[in-house]
């Protein structure tokens, strides 16, 4: 089990960026597959970016694709997520989930053991 707490969420005009972090406990970080969700009020959960062990492999939600980057530092044991050109949309609470250990990269919100407790993202038009 890996404890998750992210960061960087805040209020942000149409167009602008944000970078939210996500910081792990312990000292098998690498084993995890990493994912961001989001989840706007009223909303199902929707999966945005998941990156892969070794940070080799992301993949994106069609809504994000070109404007959010995922990343990860496994040497600080924290993953991130760059949100740029961000859209009245994005607004939702974003968190970031583990899969592991040794689990594969994957968008399915079903496929992650572990969860933060959410950060809010509130993007104006």
């Known amino acids: 089990q890996v404890q998750l707490v992210e960061s960087g969420g805040g209020v942000v005009q149409a167009g602008g960026s944000l970078r939210l972090s996500c910081a792990a406990s312990?000292?098998?970080?690498?084993?995890?597959?990493m994912g961001w969700f989001r989840q706007a009020p009223g909303k199902e959960r929707e999966s945005v970016a998941a990156?892969?062990?070794?940070?080799?492999?992301?993949i994106y939600a069609d809504s994000v694709q070109g404007r959010f980057t995922i990343s990860r530092d496994n040497a600080k044991n924290t993953a991130y997520l760059q949100m740029d050109s961000l859209r009245p949309e994005d607004t939702a609470v974003y968190y970031c989930?583990?899969?592991?250990?040794?689990?594969?990269?994957?968008?399915?919100?079903?496929?992650?053991?572990?969860w933060g407790q959410g950060t809010q993202v509130t993007v104006s038009s």
């Open positions: 989930a583990a899969r592991g250990p040794w689990g594969s990269i994957s968008l399915n919100h079903r496929n992650y053991d572990d």
């Open positions: 312990g000292r098998t970080f690498n084993s995890y597959a």
């Open positions: 990156i892969s062990r070794s940070g080799g492999t992301t």
